[in-house]
């Protein structure tokens, strides 16, 4: 009767060791795939960025203007750069802002201001999306670091096996 009842209490704590891994092996993955979510809408966004430097751009028709502006957003350098100066496709993707006014100064005036408004909302969602991607990132590296010293698999399988009935048997009676 001792020894069911130790075969019992041995295969319960051995369910007990597995399904903990499992289920926080399986929280890691789905922190992992929210993770990927999270980049794939990060990436949209950062396509509709694109598209509004694009506008901002063709609005400025001479590599100086172009220059100057991002000076006068305080970036390092131009962004996306490569991909415009490759490919001039990327004008037919950006789609046109109707503006009004009586002259084409103010037209353009005005043209430049919306596009610089919708280029600046855009870079907010962007960014507030970035930023949250990052935080995530960390939140699973944290949990995947704390995972990988809470559950070490060898140690697991090596308690398992120290918890096999007849070793225990032997070790009682052989004294080892």
Avoid at 9 to 35: D, F, H, P, W
Avoid at 108 to 121: I, M, Q
Wanted: proline share 2%.
């Amino acid at each position: 009767m001792t020894d069911d009842l130790i075969s019992a209490m041995t295969q319960e704590v051995k369910a007990e060791v597995i399904n903990n891994y499992l289920y926080e092996r399986r929280l890691i993955e789905e922190q992992i795939a929210y993770v990927k979510e999270l980049a794939d809408q990060a990436a949209q966004l950062q396509e509709m960025l694109f598209k509004r430097f694009a506008r901002m751009y063709n609005l400025l028709p001479k590599p100086e203007f172009i220059n100057e502006f991002v000076f006068l957003l305080g970036l390092k350098e131009i962004p996306f750069k490569e991909r415009i100066a490759d490919d001039f496709a990327y004008r037919k993707d950006v789609l046109f802002i109707k503006v009004r006014g009586l002259t084409d100064r103010l037209k353009f005036k005005k043209l430049f201001l919306e596009s610089y408004t919708r280029l600046c909302t855009w870079n907010n969602k962007y960014l507030e999306a970035y930023r949250n991607l990052m935080d995530e990132c960390k939140a699973v590296n944290h949990n995947l670091k704390k995972f990988e010293d809470n559950h070490d698999l060898l140690t697991i399988l090596n308690f398992l096996k120290g918890m096999d009935l007849e070793e225990i048997t032997k070790k009682t009676f052989y004294g080892r």
